[in-house]
């Protein structure tokens, strides 16, 4: 009888729940997660440390098994979901403002049994599931269908900003973005959505650039808004609003954090204060050359020039030590994956399967572009981790829960709900 049992089992039974399943999708992702214990050990070895690779290598590993998992439930059943996900999600991220643990300047913790959690990593996810969600019942195709999300949207952006958590709050916007284009919104009203942000950046820093700016937000609101003169009017005004905002605010900031968000531009103004960071990025991603220095042989790495390096600023031992040829290897697996995401959302069963493709897909390309610009000196100190990279437990939990969501559309994309 064990004999009769044991001959029927097979590798094939195993796997069968999982046949249908991207496993490059899987795979890629594994490799990440792999290569950024290697890094991070490589980062940690000079300083006394010797935990956070096991850790980060053990968070991926039950983060694996729960994308496993959720590969295997059917997404659809989250819809009606929803709402209960987007009323915890709020819950956690206020609960953070009363009992959060602050660290690096951010009150973003909550201290469980030991383990400090990061609900705002979460609630990236959760955001993306909610709007799935609505915007499947209803395209962004008519603008009180885009303010109800951007209102939807605004209370856990809100809560975000109070920790404050400049770099979160910043992803959200990007996925709200990336999901409405997906949604059938005018691609002139997300431009709109973006421009009070720029005339503040703009009307501070180049007065003339500004005036070209509000030139074109004239044609784009004279061509995609109803109502043509009042739209055009309106936007054009809110543009002006928000230049000078933009200047009282600016007064209002502390020396620091103006450097935070401008010594991008010219490091060398603080060399040793806030500027120090940049800089030394730059070396140690310069001084990799073409193979790097080696595993484990970086000078800027293994002799602690840059603060905090195992988490935002992983990839700069990644450049290091392998050199410009790993650094595009480790930019080629990004964009493997963002195609696999595409080819996903293109070929979903239903709308609400191929948002949240979309969601996950615009979550990773703005952290992987605003990390790795953050890193080579084109673009501000803004604390985004890069995915399945940089050292963090909750982020990396939140990128394989997004990856176990996006291969159960994937997974049952030809299956009809019974």
């Known amino acids: 009888m064990l004999q009769r049992s044991l001959s029927r089992f097979s590798w094939k039974s195993l796997v069968e729940p999982w046949k249908e399943v991207d496993w490059v999708l899987f795979i890629l992702p594994v490799a990440l997660t792999v290569l950024g214990g290697i890094a991070i050990r490589s980062t940690e070895l000079n300083q006394g440390l010797v935990n956070y690779w096991w850790q980060h290598l053990a968070t991926g590993g039950i983060g694996l098994v729960a ?62 599931v909610v709007l799935a969600g609505v915007l499947e019942e209803r395209t962004a195709a008519t603008i009180p269908a885009v303010i109800k999300t951007l209102a939807i949207v605004a209370v856990p952006w809100i809560l975000i900003l109070m920790q404050p958590d400049l770099g979160t709050s910043l992803v959200f916007g990007a996925i709200t973005l990336g999901m409405l284009y997906w949604a059938n919104a005018n691609p002139g009203w997300l431009i709109l959505l973006i421009s009070p942000l720029v005339s503040a950046i703009v009307f501070n820093v180049y007065l003339p650039g500004w005036f070209a700016w509000a030139g074109l937000i004239v044609v784009i609101g004279w061509r995609s808004l109803p109502w043509r003169w009042y739209g055009t009017f309106g936007a054009l005004t809110v543009n002006l609003i928000s230049g000078g905002l933009g200047h009282v605010l600016w007064g209002l900031l502390k020396d620091y954090q103006k450097d935070r968000l401008t010594l991008f531009l010219d490091p060398n103004q603080d060399p040793l204060g806030g500027g120090y960071h940049l800089i030394q990025s730059s070396i140690a991603i310069g001084n990799g050359g073409l193979l790097g220095r080696g595993l484990y042989q970086g000078t800027q790495t293994q002799l602690n020039f840059i603060p905090e390096q195992h988490t935002d600023f992983i990839f ?10 790993g650094a595009v290897g480790v930019l080629l697996l990004f964009w493997l994956i963002c195609l696999r995401l595409v080819i996903i959302a293109q070929n979903s069963k239903d709308n609400f399967g191929s948002l949240l493709a979309i969601g996950v897909l615009s979550m990773i390309v703005f952290q992987v572009l605003v990390n790795v610009g953050m890193t080579i000196g084109l673009a501000p100190v803004t604390g985004i981790p890069l995915p399945w990279l940089s050292y963090g437990r909750s982020a990396l939990l939140t ?9 159960s559309v994937y997974n049952f994309r030809h299956r009809l709900k019974f």
């Open 67 to 128: 994308a496993l998992l959720l590969a295997r439930w059917r997404y659809e059943t989250l819809i009606q979901w929803k709402w209960i996900i987007y009323a915890i999600t709020n819950i956690t991220l206020l609960i953070v403002i009363f009992i959060g643990t602050t660290a690096n300047g951010a009150q973003s913790w909550i201290s469980v049994a030991g383990f400090h959690l990061q609900p705002s990593e979460f609630a990236k996810v959760g955001m993306i």
């Open 399 to 407: 990128k394989f829960i997004a990856l176990g969501l996006v291969e």
């Open 316 to 325: 700069t031992a990644i450049g290091e030590e392998l050199g410009f040829v």
